[in-house]
């Protein structure tokens, strides 16, 4: 009788360790996450899936990361919206086929709404052409990576798009947007006025936005122009401006649409 009262007791006794360990383990879990918000360099991300394991193995994989934190999660395009303008994320990684709200329709929500200027989406695909990329960059999407891509590469993606850069590498860019421009029917190279959408470049700016769609890298361009990549780079940015184009990814979605330049041109 002793004999299992000492088991029992010492049973109780290493439970209670066990429980009170798991609750510290909790709490320096807690203190670190309230640092990492605190921490400006950090970078908040939401995850948008309509699969459970799916965002789980995301956080999973973003929580070994210091300076990435996941802040919302999402399992519907509207889900997402609503939790990215609860915690304005630097990053939202969104799945395009989910239900309610595909990823698209919440793409378009979210770069349309000026309080989320700060906000990137990258697009999460299963495969490595989905006949929705087009339509997600078009609403304003930053990029898209392979939901099965390494962690390290994950990781990157969420650095590059949150400094407002596009993901894809122009050259993948270019073979992505001309393979669904060619299946549309072209809007042609004006606005709803009627007037040349493109009348607002300069024609130096003409000039690096067709080298822009055709593939070509900051550095590619400037050897082109015999101008220095940091000048190609302020071109840019004008001409982000002017177009309304959140990114490099935009432009070429831009280019092609207005019909500055046509599928196959060289």
Known sequence: MSEQLIGGSFQDDAYRA???RLRESSAQAARRADERRRDDTVLRVVVADDQDLVRSGFRLILSSYP????????????????????TRPDVVLMDIRMPVENGIEATRAIRADPQLEGTHVLILTTFDIDEYVYDALAAGASGFMLKD???DDIAAAIEVVAKGDALIQPSVMRRLVETFVRTRPATGPSDASGSDFFAVLTERE???LVLVARGLSNDEIGSDLFISPATVKTHLARIMAKLDAHDRAQLVVRAYEGGLVKPGER
């Open 149 to 151: 891509a390494e962690p």
């Open 206 to 208: 003409r000039e690096i």
């Open 67 to 86: 300076r990435l934190l996941v802040v919302g999660e999402a399992g519907d395009g509207r889900q997402a919206v609503e939790r990215v303008r609860e």
């Open 18 to 20: 066990v429980q009170e």
